[in-house]
């Protein structure tokens, strides 16, 4: 046992002569998620996290015959999905800063889902089978400067020795929102679970 505490002390200890941090293992729990959106000039900072999921990076690859050798080449990287799972507070943090903002950029000429009731020329809600029916419920093509509701997400990796982590997000689009499920048995706290697709990532150390 002596043998084993000593190499984990000799691997992860004070190696780093100026540096009694150098290499600490970092912990999951010490992170920070801010959110740039194209409607606020500094970013929102979100404390009431669950967890998050940074994206998968794969390779596209491709398998080639020279003279009966194999040989792999590689095509493009390719970036997942970030999965964050907020709580759902009082203040409706969430819905008022995120996801409201975002479905108004988007859909129903600025209005949202939130606006639904009547349509341009018809006063009967649900008369969609009238060869006059028009609506702006649908899908609104915006401008190009709003194209991106949500253009940054950034997630901070803490660290002691500020040798922290950052991952940058770019161009990211809300593919799904998951609803918590409400139970009489169960005193958890409710929660949404997103999932954004970027469409470029960065990971550097911050110093």
């Known amino acids: ?18 540096d009694s941090f150098f290499r600490v293992p970092r912990h999951k729990y010490n992170f920070q998620m ?10 929102i900072v979100f404390e009431t996290i669950r967890s998050v999921t940074l994206p998968d990076i794969t390779f596209d690859t ?11 080449t590689q095509t493009k990287i390719n970036y997942g999905t970030c999965s964050v799972i907020f709580i759902d507070t009082n203040d409706n943090a969430f819905m008022n ?7 108004r950029n988007y859909y129903h000429a600025g209005q949202g889902i939130d606006a639904l009731g ?7 809600v649900n008369e969609t089978i009238v060869p006059s029916f028009q609506s702006r419920q649908g899908y609104t093509p915006t401008s190009t400067e709003n194209r991106y509701f949500l253009p940054e997400i950034l997630v901070y990796q803490f660290h002691p020795g500020e040798n922290g982590r950052q991952t940058r997000m770019f161009n ?3 593919t799904n929102v998951s609803v918590d499920v409400l139970d009489y048995s169960d005193s958890s706290p409710c929660q949404f679970t997103v999932t954004f697709q970027p469409e470029r990532v960065e990971m550097f150390n911050k110093q």
């Open 1 to 18: 046992m002596s043998i084993l505490v000593n190499n984990a002390g000799r691997i992860y200890g004070s190696m780093e002569p100026g």
């Open 34 to 43: 801010a959110i740039i959106t194209v409607k606020d000039s500094s970013s």
């Open 62 to 72: 491709q398998i080639l015959n020279q003279y009966n050798n194999k040989r792999v």
């Open 97 to 103: 800063k995120i996801f409201t903002p975002y479905i």
């Open 118 to 124: 009547t349509s341009d020329n018809s006063t009967q």
């Open 172 to 174: 990211n689009i809300i």
